[in-house]
């Protein structure tokens, strides 16, 4: 059987590769799994205690919620661009776009440790009622993710520092690395209008 050395078909059999290790993508949809589960039990609740929620919702700053979720969007595209960059041979802008998405990632955490220290102040915390039993759950069970993520992206950073990512070397750790990080701002576009808009 010949193999052919046609570079159309070479390309086309480059661009059909999954980005990343297996391993990753078996990982990222068991998360996705639970938290699928967590956010449907969200919404049924809300949907037998529509009032509790409408009215523990008003305990909720929409604003930095909004906020929170253009940080992690924005360090979204801080990672994306980082592996076009590797793609291109040029580590040393991915290292810089890898530390920036890192510093918009460090956005959200401030805000949201800061928006958790105001709840916990005003008394909501996790046993208050079910609202908050299930938002310090849920966006805890995120928080923890985001900061996997961010020692990921700064180990990524530093990979990149030192050269590792170079020309004809596998990819697929960033690539992983930057799918992880896509998963954490996915699942988050799902919680904000989930937690802090829909009633």
């Not at 900061?147 to 690539?175: D, F």
Request: proline letters at 2%.
């Amino acid at each position: 059987m010949s193999i052919s050395t046609d570079p159309a078909v070479l390309s086309a059999g480059v661009a059909r590769r999954l980005p990343g290790d297996l391993a990753m993508w078996i990982f990222i949809l068991a998360e996705l799994a639970v938290f699928g589960i967590l956010i449907l039990a969200f919404a049924v609740t809300q949907m037998l205690h529509i009032d509790l929620f409408r009215e523990s919702r008003l305990a909720l700053d929409s604003s930095t919620g909004l906020a929170l979720t253009l940080g992690l969007l924005t360090s979204g595209l801080f990672a994306a661009l980082a592996v076009e960059q590797v793609r291109g041979a040029r580590q040393h802008r991915a290292g810089w776009l890898l530390l920036a998405a890192l510093v918009s990632a460090g956005v959200y955490v401030v805000l949201k440790l800061q928006e958790y220290g105001h709840l916990a102040g005003l008394g909501y915390g996790l046993e208050y009622n079910t609202f908050f039993t299930l938002y310090w759950l849920l966006t805890g069970f995120h928080f923890l993710h985001v900061l996997l993520g961010m020692l990921i992206l700064g180990y990524m950073a530093n990979r990149c520092r030192i050269g590792a990512y170079a020309p004809g070397t596998s990819r697929s750790g960033l690539e992983s690395g930057v799918l992880y990080w896509h998963m954490v701002d996915l699942v988050w576009v799902l919680l904000f209008p989930l937690v802090y808009l829909l009633g």
